[in-house]
């Protein structure tokens, strides 16, 4: 069969057109940054020789000198500026602030509050220099049968300890057809509420990993689970990826995968909507322009702290209320971007004044507002922020995705997290621990149990 000159010469230049492309797209699957490198970094100025690595009891003990300063700014606040909408668009509503200015000066004792705080078993301890704390809350009276599994909660910004003191209660408790039940361990972020904060630049989540590692070591904990959001799940995917034989498996309810193809399939699933697996996901991401437009409208708090922490610090750090309406416009949009449309900011919806208030109390009593800013600025300085971003994880993962929050769909995530054994959704926002503790109290035993059974199969093929 003769075929002519011509027809080789277009095959030949459609070769040479198609490569660069095909070359390309094989890159863009199959790129891998590495995992971060992790170093034991002496994080102050003391002889870390004279180290006191014992584990002591803590409680929390505000001077009456703190409280009647906060006390006189609460009092002298000056008037805000009257709002030209009534809703959230332009940021926290001045007369909603008005109201919980007037709640946090008449009706909330935080001595009352202490005091339940107080309840839960709380240590503090010297690790790398940092003196952390941490609550550490163990089944009581349960069977011999049941195994107990170690289980390290880490919280994100503006959160604390304070989200996870519901959930926790439920997880050290006997589930009905479970054969287990949780020993968990709620450190606070290093320069969060009561940890003590670096004297040197440089902790961010990558660094953090190996603190909380070192403190689940001493605990006597080789091996254990993981659960975190927003902050809590870089810090513990950087564990995951770089610290993986110390992880048994990581429960996080931010799953996203900024890998270069995760994203390349997120553009082109405005083409191909079969690559987005649920038709729910599809809703939330397309079109991708109202996304993009989100991000922009809800993204300026990461930008600031990320480049300016101290100044912004100095003003949070100063100004009781000027941290509030920070933190609250964050659990307002948090629960739902709608919200910005309402008078109310949807925060008594999902929450109630006295826990929030609570969580701000940890920020401002430690007077941690520049510190816990200054994460955000060591992390994504890093040079590993983005294998942080980007690279697998290896280890068994649940994906529990709110509908609400920072999230990559099905279909598209698989980059990043490869090893998924629950991926679920729910009707939820960001601060999952504070809107509905018994589901995701429920959630982590659901998870970790198909973990577990995983993880004997693994062991019976392996015989």
Not at 73 to 88: E, G, V, Y
Not at 327 to 344: C, H, I, P, V, W
């Amino acid at each position: 069969m003769y075929v002519s000159r011509t027809f080789f010469v277009l095959i030949l230049l459609a070769s040479v057109f198609i490569s660069p492309f095909v070359y390309l797209y094989h890159k863009l699957v199959n790129y891998q940054p590495g995992i971060p490198v992790l170093e034991e970094t002496w994080w102050t100025d003391e002889n870390p020789e004279k180290e006191d690595k014992n584990i002591y009891p803590f409680k929390i003990n505000i001077t009456q000198e703190i409280l009647n300063d906060l006390k006189s700014r609460l009092d002298n606040t000056r008037p805000f500026t009257k709002p030209l909408q009534d809703n959230h668009v332009n940021g926290f509503n001045s007369d909603l602030a008005q109201e919980i200015l007037d709640y946090w000066r008449t009706k909330y004792d935080w001595k009352k509050r202490e005091d339940n705080l107080n309840k839960y078993p709380h240590f503090i301890t010297s690790i790398q220099g940092l003196k952390i704390h941490f609550i550490h809350l163990k089944p009581q009276n349960i069977s011999d049968r049941l195994k107990i599994l170690p289980l390290l909660l880490c919280h994100g910004w503006p959160s604390s300890f304070i989200e996870f003191l519901n959930v926790i209660t439920m997880l050290t408790k006997p589930q009905e057809n479970r054969n287990f039940v949780f020993e968990v361990v709620v450190p606070s972020l290093p320069g969060f509420g009561f940890s003590q904060a670096p004297q040197k630049p440089g902790l961010g989540a990558t660094e953090t990993a190996l603190i909380l590692k070192n403190l689940m070591n001493r605990l006597g904990h080789r091996r254990f689970y993981v659960h975190g959001g927003d902050l809590g799940m870089m810090v513990l995917k950087v564990m995951s990826m770089s610290l993986e034989d110390s992880v048994l498996g990581f429960h996080n309810h931010m799953c996203v995968s900024l890998h270069p193809y995760s994203l390349f399939k997120l553009v082109m699933g405005s083409f191909n909507p079969d690559w987005i697996r649920r038709k729910t996901h599809r809703e939330l991401f397309y079109p991708i322009s109202r996304l993009i437009q989100s991000i922009l409208m809800e993204s300026g708090y990461l930008h600031t702290q990320s480049t300016k922490p101290d100044t912004y610090g100095v003003g949070i750090d100063d100004s009781p209320m000027g941290m509030a309406v920070l933190f609250l416009e964050k659990y307002s949009t948090g629960a739902s971007l709608q919200n910005r449309f309402r008078k109310d900011g949807g925060l008594k919806e999902k929450y109630n004044y006295d826990d929030l208030l609570d969580n701000i109390m940890i920020y401002w009593v430690t007077k941690t507002g520049t510190t816990s800013n200054r994460f955000y600025a060591a992390s994504f300085r890093s040079s590993s922020i983005y294998s942080i971003l980007v690279s697998p994880v290896k280890v068994p993962s649940a994906c529990t995705r709110g509908n609400y929050d920072i999230i990559s769909p099905e279909g598209i995530v698989e980059e990043t997290f490869p090893n998924i054994v629950h991926s679920v959704d729910y009707d939820v926002g960001h601060f999952f621990g504070f809107e509905n503790p018994k589901l995701l109290a429920s959630d982590i035993y659901e998870a970790i149990n198909k973990m577990e059974l995983n993880s004997a199969t693994r062991k019976h093929t392996d015989l």
